[in-house]
C-alpha cells in the first residue's frame, strides 16, 4: 500500500521551455502533498506543499510564478517548470500523505530534468 | 533553526558486520523523526517513524531507536541488498508539515 507515482521519470528539453511533472497516489487518498527538490549528494530540500483545492504552500526562496503547483484531486497534483532553464535541473520529487499528520509521507520515484 | 546531522556520510561493510548509523537532530517540539532507504534515481522508500524519547521500532535486519539528541538505525547482520542511502528526517511541532532531511549515509554492503 501507500503506493506514489511520479511521471516522466526523465525530461530532457530546450532552455525556454516548461516542463510538467505529474504525482499520483495509486491506492490512497492524498489530502497533502509535497514536491522536492534534490540535488547531488545533498538533501531532499522542500519546494512547496499543497492541500487539495487550495493553494500551495511556497517554501522561502522558491519562485511561485516559476514552479506552479495544482492539487486538483485528492490523488493528482502537478509541478509545472515554467520556462526552464539550466539552473532548474535537478531530482525533483514529490510524496503524498493521506489522514492525520502524524501519517509518514510516501514518495514516488522522482523525475530527472535537464534543462540544455 | 532545525538542523539534522547524520553521520558517517559513507559507511563500508562486510557482509554479516553489524553497524549503526546516527542521525542527530535540532528541533523545536519534534513531532516525529523519520527513517528512509533510498536507491540510486529512486524516491525514498518509508522505514519507521519514531515519536518519542526511548522509543525503538524493528524491521526485518533494521532497528531504529530514539534518545532526546539523536536516533540510531541498527543493522544487524547486513546482506547487500541492504546497500542504499539511508535518510533521517526530523517534523517540527507547532502544525508545521515539513520535513527537514539529513543528507543521508550512503551504505554499501560487500558480499
Known amino acids: 500500500g501507500a503506493v506514489v507515482s511520479q511521471h516522466p521519470s526523465w525530461v530532457i528539453c530546450k532552455s525556454g521551455t516548461s516542463v510538467k511533472i505529474e504525482c499520483r497516489s495509486l491506492?490512497?487518498?492524498?489530502?497533502?502533498m509535497f514536491w522536492y527538490r534534490q540535488f547531488p549528494k545533498q538533501s531532499l530540500m522542500l519546494m512547496a506543499t499543497?492541500?487539495?483545492?487550495?493553494?500551495?504552500?511556497?517554501e522561502q526562496g522558491v519562485e511561485k510564478d516559476k514552479f506552479l503547483i495544482n492539487h486538483a484531486s485528492l490523488t493528482l497534483s502537478t509541478l509545472t517548470v515554467t520556462s526552464a532553464h539550466p539552473e532548474d535541473s535537478s531530482f525533483y520529487i514529490c510524496?503524498?500523505?493521506?489522514?492525520?499528520?502524524?501519517?509518514?509521507?510516501?514518495f514516488g520515484d522522482g523525475t530527472r530534468l535537464s534543462i540544455l | 533553526e532545525d538542523q539534522v546531522t547524520q553521520s558517517p556520510e559513507a559507511l563500508r561493510l562486510q557482509e554479516g558486520e553489524s553497524s549503526s548509523l546516527n542521525c542527530s537532530y535540532t528541533v523545536s517540539g519534534l513531532r516525529g523523526l523519520f527513517w528512509y532507504r533510498q536507491d540510486p534515481g529512486k524516491g525514498p522508500e518509508f522505514l519507521f517513524t519514531?515519536?518519542?524519547a526511548g522509543e525503538e521500532k524493528e524491521k526485518e535486519r533494521l532497528k531504529a531507536t530514539l534518545t532526546k539528541k539523536e536516533s540510531f538505525l541498527h543493522i544487524t547482520a547486513p546482506k547487500p541488498e541492504d546497500s542504499a542511502t539511508y535518510l533521517c528526517?526530523?517534523?517540527?511541532?507547532?502544525?508545521?508539515?515539513?520535513?527537514?532531511f539529513g543528507k543521508g549515509t550512503k551504505l554499501t554492503v560487500n558480499p
Open positions: 519514531l515519536y518519542s
Open positions: 491506492d490512497f487518498q492524498a489530502t497533502t
Open positions: 528526517a526530523v517534523r517540527r511541532g507547532g502544525g508545521s508539515e515539513k520535513l527537514v
Open positions: 510524496s503524498a500523505r493521506s489522514g492525520g499528520e502524524v501519517q509518514p509521507q510516501h
Open positions: 499543497s492541500n487539495e483545492g487550495s493553494k500551495a504552500t511556497y
